[in-house]
């Protein structure tokens, strides 16, 4: 962390965003990394009169922590160019310093195992537990709260990956695991768009058909495999997602594995089945701020007004999360208190962390953001993770007023 906060201190004349309302001039106590009190800025202020820090957020916004469960940043972090590879711990590093620069203050880095890794071995030297490894050694000196998001892909690969994600699961190191299955025909990638696709690369038709055949012939993990990780992750409290899934059949298949979180539905039906089972649905954040999807897919903000939807995740670009939560309000899509759950409470419950982290609430621990309108962008002026400021933006980051007398 970069700066040590005192065991007591008010951020006060803030905006505060509670998980049912906007506090207008509002403070939020800390003491020793925790939310001790949260209230009008003049009840507090005479409430705690001792000795206390004071941050006076000058009219910013006070939100919570931004929690994004799904982020496919990392490995690009690490080799932005084929066998461009750079030390994973500074890798890790410098993506979590951009990290809190957009309010995110938990974050599941997201690696593939399976369908990916012949890419990855291609344009890297590191083996995905050499990555994993790194990533698991830094995070008790990062920034924002760390973990691991295992995206596995049930088709396409040999017994060995099976075996290495079934070890995650038995050593717990892992926090997330989703289910994906991209093979072309089905899910976000329709026969039409693959065979496309293909034609656009310079494939023939017959080649991009030959193409698509044998993908689909690829062996894929069995209904007992699969039961059998997902029942040993349900054991270990980790939580499953699926990944897009494109029908009610789907969902409910994936329902019956355990599975509590939908991840990037690809259409309105699926999203809905899932919500009716009591699956947490989140989808793109990018997608929101880009106004719909790179593939024709589920448009995530119409989703949302449609109730189908209720988290957000960055997908492939974290800051979109802050961007998009302040654009479903700006167009009416949400309340300020509900877009910002969206990024916050909703993925915190998700990942069964609800209990400690994602609001502003008395006894959860002080990971909060201070965000500034400019030109109607939010920008993020002090990011604070357990009650410690991990970043501050130059002129706009909220600075320390005079100590309250004791």
């Known amino acids: 962390m970069l700066e040590a906060m005192s065991l007591r201190t008010l951020i006060r004349n803030a905006v505060v965003l509670t998980p049912t309302e906007i506090l207008e001039n509002g403070s939020v106590l800390i003491e020793e990394g925790s939310i001790a009190a949260v209230g009008p800025t003049a009840e507090l202020a005479e409430a705690f009169p001792g000795a206390v820090e004071v941050i006076d957020a000058n009219g910013c916004h006070l939100l ?143 080649q991009a058909e030959a193409v698509l055949t044998e993908r689909q012939a690829r062996p894929r993990l069995t209904r007992d495999q699969l039961a059998a990780l997902a029942a040993k992750a349900r054991e270990r409290g980790i939580p499953i997602a699926s990944h897009d899934d494109d029908t009610i059949e789907k969902v409910r298949a994936m329902h019956a594995l355990g599975v509590t979180i939908c991840e990037f539905p690809v259409t309105l039906a699926a999203a809905q089945a899932a919500r009716g089972l009591g699956q947490h649905v989140l989808g793109g954040a990018a997608n929101v701020l880009r106004g719909g999807s790179l593939t024709g897919n589920l448009d995530v903000a119409a989703a949302i007004r449609a109730g189908a939807v209720d988290g957000l995740c960055s997908d492939y670009y974290p800051p979109a999360m802050l961007h998009a939560t302040f654009k479903l309000w700006r167009e009416g899509v949400l309340s300020l208190p509900r877009a910002v759950a969206a990024t916050s409470l909703v993925p915190a419950a998700a990942a069964g962390l609800a209990d400690v982290l994602g609001s502003i609430e008395v006894g959860k621990q002080a990971d909060l953001v201070l965000v500034r309108l400019r030109g109607g962008l939010p920008v993020v002026a002090t990011t604070f993770v357990g009650g410690e400021r991990v970043y501050a933006a130059g002129r706009t980051s909220a600075r320390p007023a005079l100590a309250l007398a004791s």
Request: aromatic share 6%; proline share 4%.
């Open 64 to 206: 919570p922590g931004l929690i994004d469960l799904h982020t496919d940043t990392l490995e690009k972090e690490i080799t932005p160019r084929p066998a461009a590879d750079f030390p994973i711990e500074i890798a890790v590093q410098e993506l979590d310093r951009k990290l809190a620069a957009c309010g995110v203050t938990t974050v599941f880095h997201s690696m593939h195992f399976g369908y990916q890794e012949a890419e990855w071995s291609s344009r890297s030297r590191y083996s995905r537990r050499e990555v994993l490894e790194g990533v698991r050694g830094m995070a008790g000196h990062t920034l924002a709260r760390t973990h691991v998001h295992a995206r596995y892909e049930i088709v396409g690969h040999g017994p060995e990956v099976i075996d290495l994600v079934d070890q995650l699961l038995e050593r717990r190191e892992i926090e997330l695991l989703s289910f994906m299955d991209h093979t072309p025909g089905q899910g976000q990638y329709s026969r039409e768009r693959f065979i496309s696709q293909r034609m656009r690369e310079g494939m023939t038709e017959a």
